[in-house]
């Protein structure tokens, strides 16, 4: 009786190993994650679309202007703007203040190229005395945006070389500019000072920060006014706003707001609150967010031909 059992379960066995074989389980454990879609240096990109507007319109003519939006980064973006400049003399656009306003999510493994849309103008031209005229359409990008740069580092906490015991990591720069965002974090070197007494040390950070785009930065409370007829002041270009954490602790980041020069920066984060010096050397996550606002633009001639 018990071979009996040995042979069905034996049976069973092999069943089961044969019905597996066919089974794909290849993605098990490789779901990708939240991380890996953040490559790349693009946010939103825009487009015109294949003759919208065409290349030749006859006057007092309908037309269309079409753009193509697609978020090919890694971040949703909500309430960004699109604003259309036009030659209001030879040119009418139908649409109460040339603009559309849209959503559109980023990379991620439901929409591993990120989500796109397009969007319509109803425009048509205007009666010309010449026989031709040239006319230029512009659309103005604006939208928020933020970067994640999340990494390990090394806490020695052997400030002054006194400690015999083996460590396990060392201190040492660590270089990137591909987290998909037009902004990235290209650069984080880590220092280790003294803390208040003895028994403590505080970590600091120096964050290098750079526009690896085209575009320009722009104060995150200002993108609705970028995009429209409101003034932007010198202060409000090229503001980032930084947050970074140690292990989940809050480091003090200065300057902040930081402001780009020569599309570049630098801030300085340090855990003022410090750790005990007692502690063996370790790896501890770090993450930097920032947030900013983003612009860019895009722009098409096109020609007006006189009704024969």
Do not use: W
Not at 33 to 43: D, I, L, Y
Not at 234 to 239: K, Q
């Amino acid at each position: 009786m018990k071979k009996t059992n040995k042979k069905v379960n034996l049976i069973f066995i092999l069943l089961v190993v044969v019905f597996l074989s066919g089974c794909d389980f290849t993605n098990i454990g490789n779901t990708p994650s939240e991380k890996s879609f953040r490559t790349g240096s693009r946010g939103i990109t825009i487009s015109f679309l294949q003759n919208a507007p065409p290349n030749e319109v006859y006057e007092e003519n309908p037309f269309s202007i079409g753009i193509l939006l697609k978020n090919e980064g890694a971040y949703e973006v909500r309430n960004g703007i699109v604003s259309f400049s036009i030659e209001d003399e030879y040119v009418d656009v139908q649409r109460p203040e040339n603009l559309v306003t849209f959503n559109l999510n980023g990379k991620s493994v439901a929409t591993p190229g990120g989500e796109q849309t397009t969007e319509f103008l109803k425009a048509s031209t205007k009666k010309i005395e010449s026989e031709r005229r040239e006319s230029i359409i512009i659309a103005s990008l604006c939208y928020p945006y933020k970067t994640i740069a999340d990494t390990s580092v090394c806490i020695d906490t052997d400030v002054y070389g006194l400690k015999t015991m083996d460590k396990v990591c060392y201190i040492r720069d660590i270089s990137s500019n591909n987290q998909g965002a037009p902004v990235a974090v290209t650069k984080i070197e880590t220092k280790i000072l003294p803390g208040d007494n003895d028994d403590s040390i505080k970590p600091q950070f120096i964050i290098h920060i750079q526009n690896v785009n085209s575009g320009s930065v722009i104060k995150k409370e200002k993108v609705a006014d970028a995009c429209s007829s409101e003034p932007i002041g010198i202060d409000d270009l090229n503001i980032i706003n930084v947050k970074a954490e140690l292990s989940g602790e809050i480091l003090e980041c200065s300057p902040n707001p930081a402001k780009l020069k020569d599309r570049k920066t630098s801030v300085r984060c340090i855990l003022e609150q410090g750790i005990s010096s007692q502690q063996a050397t370790y790896t501890s996550p770090l993450k930097v967010e920032l947030e900013y606002g983003y612009t860019s633009s895009i722009s098409k001639i096109f020609l007006i031909k006189k009704n024969i």
